[in-house]
């Protein structure tokens, strides 16, 4: 492990889960910390990388500044899920942003933005990607009621849409509707969201026992840890942060070979968390919010 730690602890940490990114991940950390505002640490999980991806982060923090950093190597992969609880049990913020090691974030300030969010009563937890209902992971078209809030104005109102709340690459959109302005500011709440960038209060993630790895690797454990909070009267939320990701470039969707694919085929066959929440999300209705804060 290498680290470089001060005395002052940050308001943000931040978690990235790094797996062969060689050739992007300076980039990568490069735009997320130059859009950063608050003060803030960075934490890498290198999950078993076979390629230079450990001397392209090094390389990256010697030559930064003005922020600590922690740097874990896995030696083999233990996936998304693992990483993304053992970067926060390293944390010392009063925030933890998880970002994947594929998005290049050209948005400075949004940290702000995803604490702003958070600060609003009842959100549980925050994503720069999207916001869904719970009906939406299944792909049927249920009505999702979100709170939209515009920048400039102090009050929240409800606004009625479909489908799913989505913004990559600053196309700022609602999937499946047309003609639909969403602003930088815009705060929409919905049963469950994304992770990447995904926000939550350290308090709030540690006393509901974070991320389930015992039953998800990759995938889901946002929407199981949402669906949790939401028994104890917790809500989801999405503000638009303008990021860039190519698909053929997650770690969910490079090729595998070797151990790598051995570990992933075992923890496939073995995990079955995300059957299980979707089948407890078929007897989940909707809720519609009459009544704003």
């Known amino acids: 492990m290498l680290e470089k730690r001060s005395i002052c602890t940050p308001k943000v940490s931040v978690v990235v889960p790094v797996f062969n990114k060689a050739r992007i991940i300076s980039k990568v950390l490069y735009s997320l910390t130059n859009s950063l505002r608050e003060s803030f640490e960075l934490i890498l999980i290198d999950d078993g990388s076979v390629d230079a991806s450990i001397d392209a982060m090094k390389s990256f923090l010697s030559t930064s500044s003005g922020f600590d950093y922690v740097l874990i190597a896995n030696s083999e992969s233990i996936y998304e899920t693992a990483c993304d609880n053992i970067g926060f049990y390293f944390s010392r913020g009063e925030y933890l942003l998880e970002i994947q090691s594929d998005m290049y974030i050209n948005d400075p300030g949004f940290d702000l933005r995803m604490i702003e969010a958070l600060n609003f009563s009842s959100i549980g937890t925050v994503s720069g990607r999207c916001g869904h209902s719970w009906f939406d992971l299944f792909g049927k078209k249920q ?14 109102y409800l606004l009625k849409t479909e489908l799913t709340v989505v913004g990559l690459e600053g196309a700022l959109i609602f999937k499946g509707i047309s003609n639909t302005a969403v602003h930088d500011g815009d705060i929409f709440v919905s049963d469950t969201n994304n992770r990447g960038p995904w926000m939550i209060q350290r308090k709030v993630f540690f006393e509901n026992d974070g991320f389930n790895s015992e039953k998800f690797f990759l995938g889901d454990d946002e929407h199981e840890l949402n669906c949790r909070l939401k028994e104890k009267g917790y809500k989801a939320a999405y503000t638009p942060v303008k990021v860039h990701s190519v698909a053929n470039e997650g770690s969910t969707r490079i090729p595998r070979s070797g151990l ?20 407890h999300l078929m007897n989940i209705k909707p809720s519609f919010p009459k009544k704003i804060l």
């Open 143 to 156: 009505k999702l009621w979100s709170l939209i809030r515009h920048p400039g104005f102090s009050k929240i």
């Open 260 to 279: 790598n694919l051995k570990i992933y085929d075992y923890l496939k066959n073995t995990k079955l968390g995300s059957i299980d929440l979707r089948q």
